[in-house]
């Protein structure tokens, strides 16, 4: 895989924890997440057969096989806090990495769905930017115009209920993902209701520019693999919603007055909200009713997922770093 990506762009600091104390916690530093310490950038047991070839070069990260185990290689630094966002070619350059990932599902180096969480385990053991990091788990820059959508998202939906022509209420309804199929949480809406094909194993969620007023905000492509994902999303950017037309058992295009869009639950004090895409810890308080989120910085506290286990995320609660921080889902807040 080349990116393009010129040596310069990539200054992204990746700093890889080698002291041999382990402490089972997460660091917020500035803008980025720590892994525990003693974490190494691999994770075992990655795949259930061994085969050669399956190795992802790129910039400016490298995946590389020691039989089962895969290993995460990272080239060059960038610090995300004097670069103030990241660029559009480091963007570019994690999501060409993370769907050459993706597509070792497609030649046999991995199985059906080991992708997602090898992916979610490679980010969790290197320190990383958390916007990098949430760039690396979840498809969903702004470039691409797309979300991968599955576990741990929810697709949600709402319309508005008219009575005489007036807005007298709205109904919502939301779908849990696992591999393609949507289960609702809730009670069903004949109004809004998502059936994807029979076979369907991957979705990705379009936010289309409307270029007529026919045309529809959000698109859900849905496909039997990551190869005929990749082939309706590249006629998608060509075509609009005209593919969508000319090919309906690949779009499911909801009516233009509903709204469905994407969200990551997170359980807060005990109750789960739905953060939005790219959501932080400041839109998961905010959601739970809380208007000034630094109020309760003090006695905040939070688990994020780490091999399979919610550990601690140790931050300063003085400073605003962990407010930024992006979550990536299975997050679990709690504060007084």
Same mark, same amino acid.
């Given at each position: 895989?080349?990116?393009?990506?010129?040596?310069?762009?990539?200054?992204?600091?990746?700093?890889?924890?080698?002291?041999?104390?382990?402490?089972?916690?997460? !660091?917020?530093?500035?803008? @980025?997440?720590?892994?525990?310490?003693?974490?190494?950038?691999?994770?075992?047991?990655?795949?259930?057969?061994?085969?050669?070839?399956?190795?992802?070069?790129?910039?400016?990260?490298?995946?590389? $096989?020691?039989?089962?185990?895969?290993?995460?290689?990272?080239?060059?630094?960038?610090?995300?806090?004097?670069?103030?966002?990241?660029?559009?070619?480091?963007?570019?350059?994690?999501?060409?990495?993370?769907?050459?990932?993706?597509?070792?599902?497609?030649?046999?180096?991995?199985?059906?769905?080991?992708?997602?969480?090898?992916?979610?385990?490679?980010?969790?053991?290197?320190?990383?930017?958390?916007?990098?990091?949430?760039?690396?788990?979840?498809?969903?820059?702004?470039?691409?115009?797309?979300?991968?959508?599955?576990?741990?998202?929810?697709?949600?939906?709402? !319309?508005?209920?008219?009575?005489?022509?007036?807005?007298?209420?709205?109904?919502?309804? @939301?779908?849990?993902?696992?591999?393609?199929?949507?289960?609702?949480?809730?009670?069903?809406?004949?109004?809004?209701?998502?059936?994807?094909?029979?076979?369907?194993?991957?979705?990705?969620?379009?936010?289309?520019? @409307? @270029?007529?007023?026919?045309?529809?905000?959000?698109?859900?492509?849905?496909?039997?693999?990551?190869?005929?994902?990749?082939?309706?999303?590249?006629?998608?950017?060509?075509?609009?919603?005209?593919?969508?037309?000319?090919?309906?058992?690949?779009?499911?295009?909801?009516? !233009?007055?509903?709204?469905?869009?994407?969200?990551?639950?997170?359980?807060?004090?005990?109750?789960?909200?739905?953060?939005?895409?790219?959501?932080?810890?400041?839109?998961?308080?905010?959601?739970?009713?809380? !208007?000034?989120?630094?109020?309760?910085?003090?006695?905040?506290?939070?688990?994020?997922?780490?091999?399979?286990?919610?550990?601690?995320?140790?931050?300063?609660?003085?400073?605003?770093?962990?407010?930024?921080?992006?979550?990536?889902?299975?997050?679990?807040?709690? $504060?007084?």
């Amino acid at each position: 895989m080349r990116s393009g990506l010129a040596p310069a762009a990539v200054s992204l600091y990746v700093l890889l924890t080698s002291c041999s104390a382990h402490t089972s916690a997460y !660091r917020v530093q500035g803008s @980025r997440i720590l892994p525990p310490q003693g974490a190494k950038p691999e994770v075992h047991a990655a795949r259930k057969m061994k085969k050669k070839g399956c190795d992802v070069a790129g910039e400016p990260f490298e995946l590389a $096989w020691k039989g089962r185990t895969a290993v995460l290689r990272t080239h060059g630094a960038i610090d995300m806090e004097e670069a103030g966002r990241m660029p559009l070619a480091l963007l570019q350059a994690v999501e060409e990495f993370r769907q050459s990932v993706r597509k070792l599902e497609t030649n046999g180096c991995l199985r059906a769905g080991e992708a997602a969480p090898l992916l979610a385990g490679l980010a969790a053991q290197v320190a990383l930017p958390s916007a990098l990091a949430y760039e690396l788990v979840h498809a969903s820059s702004p470039a691409q115009g797309y979300i991968d959508i599955e576990h741990p998202f929810q697709l949600k939906l709402v !319309r508005a209920v008219r009575t005489g022509g007036q807005i007298t209420g709205f109904e919502t309804a @939301r779908y849990a993902v696992r591999r393609g199929a949507l289960t609702p949480i809730g009670p069903e809406s004949e109004q809004l209701r998502l059936a994807p094909p029979a076979g369907t194993t991957h979705l990705r969620l379009f936010f289309l520019i @409307r @270029r007529s007023p026919a045309d529809h905000d959000a698109i859900l492509v849905t496909a039997s693999d990551s190869i005929a994902l990749d082939r309706a999303s590249a006629a998608i950017k060509q075509e609009g919603e005209n593919y969508c037309r000319a090919h309906p058992g690949v779009c499911i295009v909801v009516p !233009r007055e509903v709204g469905l869009s994407a969200e990551l639950p997170i359980r807060a004090n005990g109750r789960m909200v739905g953060v939005p895409v790219r959501g932080t810890v400041a839109d998961a308080l905010r959601e739970s009713g809380v !208007r000034d989120p630094m109020s309760v910085a003090g006695t905040l506290r939070l688990t994020r997922p780490y091999n399979g286990k919610p550990i601690p995320v140790q931050f300063d609660a003085a400073r605003r770093d962990i407010l930024s921080l992006m979550l990536i889902g299975g997050e679990e807040l709690n $504060w007084q």
